[in-house]
């Protein structure tokens, strides 16, 4: 039995490409309304207050990263020194004057300055009835938790905003994506055209809107991580100068045997 020569077309024979099949290129131009260009110009009412949403919470993140950033590398920097030199310091009058001289946001000076103001006040006062109610230990001893919880509320500014950003803008993204699905399957009940150009720009919409939440909510999660550990060491560092300064203003002496000459601050 003789086996048939395959048969050719005549676009086969003239060496030319068969057009492609119909639909191809609607798909095409489909995709490429899944853009953000698209996006915008198709947002309804929800979609900008979700958008705006997302972008106010953007600017917050990024304000509050940078402004802590910069308030803990300064606190820092300036702490050993700080530390240091009030210790170093022999004389009372030198050394609350460069206390004095800190900055309003550097901590540790305006901690000791507490201190050493509590124990003048309470020295002043012998025989009255503030010295009745609470002894010397006792004063310096809140005067320095006071000075110590307010110096880390300082310290906490802005990580409230980061957790809120961070736990929250997945979600509000999230709301975007389900109102463009919504709008998806709005459009295919109009229309009864379920097609990729029907719902390309939909869809589009709705990843674009989570993309947008995940990219707020991960630099919010990972600062807020950082700060908060961070904050954890400087907290550590306020709790051993406030005893090191309560043991001085309220016995005399810092209870450390290789500390070095303190300013003779605590009997004025």
């Known amino acids: 039995m003789q086996q ?10 003239s060496g030319v490409i068969p057009p492609p099949v119909p639909g191809g290129g609607n798909n095409a131009q489909a995709m490429s309304q899944m ?4 996006l915008i110009h198709n947002f309804d009412a929800v979609g900008w207050v979700v958008f705006a949403t997302l972008i106010i919470m953007s600017l917050l993140s990024v304000y509050f990263i940078i402004a802590n950033l910069i308030r803990n590398a300064m606190v820092r920097s300036r702490m050993d020194r700080v530390i240091h030199t009030f210790w170093e310091t022999p004389s009372a009058q030198d050394a609350i004057r460069f206390l004095e001289e800190q900055p309003k946001s550097e901590p540790f000076s305006k901690i000791a300055l ?7 006040h309470h020295s002043r006062h012998e025989g009255s009835r503030l ?29 409230t905003v980061l957790a809120t950003v961070g736990s929250t803008a997945p979600f509000v993204g999230l709301l975007g994506t389900v109102w463009g699905i919504y709008h998806a399957l709005i459009k295919i009940g109009a229309t009864g055209n379920a097609s990729m150009e029907a719902v390309a720009g939909p869809v589009g919409e709705a990843l674009i809107m989570t993309a947008i939440g995940l990219f707020v909510a991960i630099p919010a999660v990972l600062a807020y991580n950082f700060y908060v550990r961070s904050n954890r060491l400087i907290y550590a560092r306020f709790d051993e100068f406030a005893h090191d300064l309560h043991d001085f203003f309220a016995i005399g002496s810092r209870i450390d045997a290789a500390a070095a000459p303190a300013p003779a601050i605590a009997r004025k």
């Open 4 to 13: 048939e020569a395959p048969t050719t077309t005549p676009a086969d024979q």
């Open 35 to 38: 853009g953000f260009d698209h």
């Open 114 to 120: 507490d201190a050493a103001q509590a124990a003048q």
């Open 131 to 159: 010295v009745e109610a609470l002894n010397r230990s006792e004063f310096i001893d809140r005067a320095l938790r006071q000075g110590v919880a307010r110096e880390s509320m300082r310290l906490e500014g802005g990580l």
